[in-house]
């Protein structure tokens, strides 16, 4: 068995519960830990008889065989870039980037690269989104509606919406992930925010923020993402098919239909390990299961982008139907000057 020697840029909760889950598996080596924040560096890397390296150039000299890029938001781009240039398989978490220039720039060196890579969409691993991708498969999808409805994480960044997107982009990016997998590809996009800020001090990004989404193959949906609660409230999405009611979230399914109503648990813990799995696998050579390589990552960081700027600006957004797609359109017409991928405000 051929043991996998992972390096993790990050300290944080994220970067943590991935060392946990990589220290479960008999094949992996937690190589090294790099964080700007050298004391969490230490600390998780001690908890997994790893080494603390000063920086990511230390990280790659040391040889590892993959790279888990756990950082916030705003300090995506430079990390992958070192990464992409030293040829290293590398798991990026999401959101990847906090805006779209960075994360078309760096899948695009993924791919100059033709580097294996994989993004921390783990809810595409929940064993009943295959059970209702195949409920959808002779069933046209009329209505999708998709809500994140938390509170602000305790994290000092969380609510700058220049360090990390907003919640649309940082948290509900989940649910527009399952959407896309379930559903399609969104072609349009009209959003709005409430304009005030959440009650936690420094904050800048909307409390709220409501959208509608039209479908390339005809249909419609909503998203609803709030951070206003003192508890994580509600996440998931509502299908509705011709005489077919879903309802998934992280904790399962429940399915409404002639036969009547019926629920398909499911642990979210189990697809946390199975996204990291699949990675290590892949890396190793023994398996192929990838879900979201960062090519697929970035389309959902466009539509993300898209509802986010749809809602500083009251404007609709087109989206450019096909993968190869980058410049969404405001108000049916390209920005003049904007840079390919970024809307009129960005």
């Known amino acids: 068995m051929r043991t996998c020697r992972v390096g993790l840029v990050g300290a944080g909760g994220v970067a943590q519960r991935h060392a946990r889950v990589l220290g479960s598996f008999a094949d992996v080596e937690l190589l090294g830990v790099t964080d700007v924040n050298r004391d969490a560096a230490a600390e998780l890397a001690a908890a997994h008889s790893a080494r603390v390296c000063a920086d990511v150039d230390e990280l790659l000299a040391a040889g590892p065989d993959a790279v888990y890029v756990c950082v916030p938001p705003f300090a995506h781009g430079p990390v992958e870039e070192a990464v992409i240039a030293a040829g290293v398989p ?49 069933r046209p999808v ?65 409390s709220v923020t409501a959208a509608t989404l039209r479908f390339a193959d005809g249909a419609v949906g909503t998203l609803a993402a709030a951070c206003v609660l003192g508890w994580k409230h509600r996440a998931g999405l509502e299908i509705l098919a011709d005489g077919l009611a879903l309802s998934l979230a992280e904790d399962g399914l429940t399915i409404r239909d002639a036969d009547g109503e019926r629920h398909l648990p499911a642990d979210p813990e189990d697809a946390r390990i199975a996204v990291d799995r699949a990675f290590v696998d892949a890396v190793t050579g023994v398996g192929d299961d990838i879900r979201v390589p960062y090519a697929e990552a970035l389309r959902t960081q466009r539509l993300a982008i898209a509802v986010a700027q749809s809602a500083r600006t009251g404007r609709r957004i087109t989206l450019p139907a096909g993968p190869a797609a980058r410049t969404p359109v405001v108000g049916g017409v390209r920005p003049v000057g904007v840079p390919a991928g970024v809307a009129a405000d960005a």
């Open 90 to 138: 590398m798991f990026v978490e999401k959101p990847v980037a906090v805006d779209l220039d960075t994360a078309e720039r760096i899948a695009a060196l993924v791919q100059e690269k033709g580097l294996l890579t994989a993004v921390g969409h783990h809810w595409r691993y929940l064993h009943v989104v295959a059970q209702a991708r195949q409920l959808l498969a002779d």
């Open 142 to 206: 009329r209505m999708v509606n998709g809500a994140w409805l938390d509170k602000v994480p305790p994290v000092a960044w969380w609510a700058v919406r220049d360090r990390s997107g907003g919640p649309v982009v940082e948290q509900a990016a989940h649910v527009l992930d399952l959407i896309r997998a379930l559903v399609g590809e969104v072609v349009e996009v009209t959003a709005y925010g409430d304009g005030s800020p959440p009650p936690v001090e420094g904050a800048d990004i909307d």
